[in-house]
């Protein structure tokens, strides 16, 4: 039987309050081969500070809201200062103006 890999697991905040019990099993998962790496999406500097705490294998990447209006500069900065690359994620295509 051939065994799927995937790429990336990204987990959303949302759907884990408890990182600790879920984010070992993730990273048994990147050991074994099965997934090339973990990522996060929309994690605050708080909750990331909280899992880097614990954790052998970091976050690559967390999907984050950035746009005009909502920079969110800080994000940004720290999970570069963390060797994570913020990724952007949009929630609103762009929108035509009408004329």
């Known amino acids: 039987m051939q065994c799927l890999t995937i790429s990336q697991y990204i987990i959303n905040e949302r759907?884990?309050?408890?990182?600790?019990?879920?984010?070992?099993?993730?990273?048994?998962?990147c050991k074994a081969g099965k997934a090339?790496?973990?990522?996060?999406?929309?994690?605050?500097i708080e909750k990331l500070d909280e899992l880097?705490?614990?954790?052998?294998?970091?976050?690559?990447v967390n999907q984050i809201e950035i746009h005009p209006y909502f920079p969110n500069t800080e994000l940004i900065?720290?999970?570069?200062?963390k060797g994570i690359l913020p990724v952007h994620m949009s929630f609103i295509p762009i929108a035509l103006t009408p004329d």
């Not at 759907?15 to 998962?29: F, H």
């Not at 880097?52 to 690559?60: F, M």
């Open 15 to 29: 759907l884990t309050r408890n990182p600790a019990l879920m984010w070992p099993t993730l990273e048994k998962l």
């Open 52 to 60: 880097l705490a614990s954790v052998e294998i970091k976050p690559v």
């Open 36 to 44: 090339r790496s973990i990522g996060v999406s929309n994690w605050t």
């Open 77 to 81: 900065q720290y999970c570069l200062l």
